[in-house]
């Protein structure tokens, strides 16, 4: 009688059935491709997607069960992210990729295929990004999105609200001039990359116009605090926050020029 092995099996290499796989890939890549878009590729999109799948399934996939069960984000790996050149997406300039739309949708869609979480803090940061590249000034631009586009810094996007969700018409965070600046007071839910993010992006009612403002708030700015939300069923990895922002002051320079209604949120 054969003895049974306490050992696990070795993970299957589907890249046995599935060809386009990387080598010894435990992942089976997306074959459901009916209408043949892979073949609308271009050599250089189809380079990418191997390089972000490749980094995915070396550098993520074998940490990426530890972190969910630890709720944690792995740090670690975003100089190696960091080096695939892809955060901002379609951002332009200042050190931005400037991908674009199908470039960034494959690359993103890489990133899922191992690990949602991964591709939901990329999403995020990458639209505080495109937020100050599309609203910012230049000096803003200048300033924040070099490092941003490195990941040396951090981004993320504080739109929700405990009581009005998304609805962008319905900011309840406010903003009042003051000299040299503005007063934020208020709270945002569910905000991703909030517990480390070195720069958030703001949406708060300017009390003198009643419009929806943006604004970039600085990591440990006095009176800005960033909660992690716990206990979350999905997406663990993800570091999503609730933000309390009490007599936050936020300079001048850090108005972001090009919001200046609900509108602009799009």
Known sequence: ETEKSDKPSPPLDVSVAFPQA??????????????????????????????????????????MAEY???????????????????????????????LSITTSAIANAEIARVDASCSTFLLVHSVGMLTIASCGSEEQKQKYLPSLAQLKTIACWALTEPEYGSDASAVNTTARKVEGGWIIDGQKRWIGNSTFADVLVIFARNITTNQINGYIVKKNSPGLKATKIANKIGVRIVQNGDILLKNVFVPDEDRLPGLNSFLDTN
């Open 68 to 98: 969910w069960e630890k709720a944690e984000f792995p740090f670690q790996i975003l100089p190696k992210l960091a080096d695939l050149g892809i955060a901002g997406f379609n951002t332009e300039g200042y050190g931005s990729p400037g």
């Open 22 to 63: 990387t080598p010894a890939s435990v992942f089976p890549p997306s074959v459901s491709d009916y209408y043949r878009f892979d073949d609308l590729l271009s050599p250089e999109e189809k380079t990418l997607r191997m390089k972000v799948r490749e980094f995915m399934e070396k550098e993520v996939a074998p940490i």
